[in-house]
C-alpha cells in the first residue's frame, strides 16, 4: 500500500445536459478549471456507452470483457480523476439498472447522457499523483516520486 496525504479543495455541482458525453464534459471541465486531482460521485441516466464488466480470466495483463449498452439505462457512479499524458483521466465505476437488469463495470469513453445527469466533484489538493500505464499490469495506476510505502 502506498499513502498519500490531501485536502479537499473546491467543490462543484455539475449538470449535465441529455445528449452530452459524461466522461468528455469532465475532462473538459477539469481542464477549464485546472483541476488536478478529484474525487467524483453522480447519478442520472446513460443512454448509451461501454463498460469493462471485468477481466476474461485473472491473468497479468488482463484482457478486458467490453460489454456496450443502449436504450437508457438508470445509472450511479463513483470515481476519480488524475492526469495522464498532460490530459486529465477520469476512472470511473458504475451501476446501470433497467427493469429487473443491472450491469456493473468501469465506464469507458464513449457514453451518451440521457435526459440528465448531477455530479459532485470534490477537488483534491496537496496530492503529488499521476497516472501512468504499468507495462506489467497493463493498466493505468496512480504513481507519484513522494509515495510513502
Known sequence: ????????????????????????????????????????????????????????????????????FSQAWEVVGIGNLFWEDNAPKVHVHVALGKGDATIMGCLRLENEIYLVAEALLVELTGLNLCRRLDPDLGVSMLNSIDLKA
Not at 16 to 24: K, R, S, T
Not at 56 to 65: A, F, G, I, N, S
Open 1 to 68: 500500500m502506498r499513502v498519500q496525504e490531501g485536502r479537499p479543495g473546491r467543490l462543484f455541482l455539475l449538470t449535465f445536459q441529455h445528449g452530452e458525453d459524461l466522461i468528455q464534459e469532465i475532462c473538459q471541465f477539469a481542464v477549464r478549471e485546472n483541476i488536478r486531482a478529484a474525487w467524483i460521485q453522480f447519478l442520472g441516466a446513460l443512454k448509451q456507452g461501454r463498460l469493462v464488466t471485468g477481466p476474461e480470466k485473472p491473468q497479468l495483463p488482463p484482457k478486458p470483457v467490453w460489454r456496450e
